[in-house]
């Protein structure tokens, strides 16, 4: 009785299926078994997150209540608004030093309120 159990041992130890193949199906059932697992604890906790006292959850969002905008509010906005006098300023570059483009933004401001004041001093 031990020759054939000795025989057939080393044919399983031969066996690419039992080397490399029952593994990866252990792996793979074995897995989603566990995955089910996971799952379902991630769900229960998506589901007690979702339970929460509708009065406290009515104060906490009172805060962040948006108001309502209409078309006509935001045209009146944009009359307001001179949408010819504006300016292109590119950013940084990142070779530039900051010094440069500090100097640059610094020349720009300048301008921009040389030009309001200009506007200003002219009749209407």
């Known amino acids: 009785m031990d020759a ?5 041992w080393q044919s399983a130890k031969q066996s690419s299926f039992l080397k490399y193949g029952l593994p990866m199906l252990v ?3 074995g897995g989603s078994f566990g995955l089910k697992e996971f799952r379902k604890l ?3 906790v998506i589901d007690k997150r979702g339970q929460v006292d509708p009065e406290a959850k009515e104060e ?3 805060k962040f209540k948006r108001k309502t905008v209409s078309v006509d ?3 009146g906005k944009l009359q307001d608004d001179d949408i010819d006098a504006w300016r292109n300023i590119r950013g940084p ?3 530039e030093e900051s010094k440069d483009y500090k100097e640059m933004l610094r020349k720009h401001q300048e301008e921009d309120r040389r030009r309001a004041e200009n506007l200003r001093k002219e009749p209407a």
């Open 60 to 62: 906490h969002y009172a």
């Open 73 to 75: 509010d935001e045209y």
């Open 4 to 8: 054939p159990m000795r025989k057939l």
């Open 27 to 29: 792996l793979i059932v």
């Open 93 to 95: 570059r990142p070779w």
């Open 42 to 44: 991630r769900y229960e």
